[in-house]
């Protein structure tokens, strides 16, 4: 079973919460992989997933403490693209577990979702792509970390 | 919007003088070229005199002509690069005791909103960082 249909399977618990971990992490890799190619990234993302999967199949475990990140400061624009396409699919399922799609759990994505919004102009300079790069990054961060917790106790 | 007019002009609470210049272009970087080693010298002051002329042409060329030579080839390609991106450089130049240039970057959208909140923390001797707005700090 794939981490796209474990997640949706499980009752909430430690098992749930290694589903979900597979789930943002083979997310993460394919939008990023759709978008901008395979990359050391996304090879690391899949690496994870597959450890998560095992782990959901054993009822819990150790789980990543968040998500690959990047060795360097600027992403490139399919890049940017991969992880705003991630970011936005991940507030979606968190939207719908959660009910509402303004919950206030949520404003802390929002809030990277919106800066990265306000910068996201065609041919950006380094420095717009590296902010942008930096607010998607926390954003992803911040729902793999939400997922964990909702999947764990909702 | 303009390389060589500030669009404001600020003066901080300790007297500074601060100049605001928005522009589209990020002016190439003015990299001085390495002049040939003659240091070592040969030993021989009649030798020494000889390359002095040589000293001199390779200092000039390190110094002036390469990396003027390098300007103005890539300065059309910033320009170009400038007018079609809709990121706009923010850039705040105090001219003392030091040169001191700190750098934003936004879009063309907020332009107005973040040069109003750059002056207004300049003012209160702040570098503030706005939303929709990327502080890079000060410029090499």
């Known amino acids: 079973m794939s981490a796209y249909e474990l997640v949706d399977e499980l009752p909430s618990g430690p098992a749930r919460a290694a589903a979900w971990a597979a789930y943002a992490l083979t997310t993460y890799a394919d939008?990023?992989?759709?978008?901008a190619g395979r990359s050391d990234v996304v090879a690391e993302a899949y690496a994870r997933a597959s450890a998560c999967l095992d782990a959901a199949a054993a009822g819990g475990g150790p789980l990543p403490a968040g998500l690959p990140h990047w060795h360097t400061p600027v992403r490139s624009r399919e890049q940017l693209r991969g992880m705003r396409d991630a970011l936005d699919t991940l507030r979606t399922y968190l939207a719908y577990e959660l009910h509402d799609e303004h919950a206030p759990q949520l404003a802390r994505i929002d809030a990277q979702l919106a800066r990265a919004d306000e910068l996201w102009i065609d041919r950006p300079?380094?420095?717009?792509?590296g902010a942008i790069g930096s607010a998607l990054a926390i954003g992803l961060d911040e729902a793999y970390a939400l997922g964990r917790r909702l999947m764990t106790t909702a | 919007m303009g390389l060589?007019?500030?669009a404001r002009t600020v003066t901080g609470p300790h007297g500074e003088y601060w100049e605001l210049y928005v522009s589209k272009t990020a002016l190439p970087a003015w990299r001085e070229?390495?002049?040939?080693r003659f240091e070592d010298g040969t030993g021989d002051p009649r030798g020494d005199l000889l390359e002095l002329p040589f000293m001199l042409v390779s200092a000039v060329w390190g110094m002036l002509v390469e990396p003027l030579l390098r300007f103005l080839v890539l300065l059309p390609v910033s320009f170009v690069r400038g007018r079609r991106s809709r990121a706009i450089r923010i850039e705040a130049v105090n001219g003392f005791p030091h040169r001191e240039v700190y750098l934003w970057t936004t879009t063309d959208d907020g332009v107005e909103r973040v040069l109003d909140e750059i002056a207004s923390g300049l003012a209160a001797g702040r570098f503030v960082q706005p939303e929709g707005a990327v502080y890079s700090g000060r410029e090499p």
């Open chain 1, 31 to 35: 939008k990023l992989a759709a978008a």
């Open chain 2, 33 to 36: 070229g390495k002049p040939g």
């Open chain 1, 125 to 129: 300079p380094d420095e717009i792509r």
């Open chain 2, 4 to 6: 060589f007019r500030p």
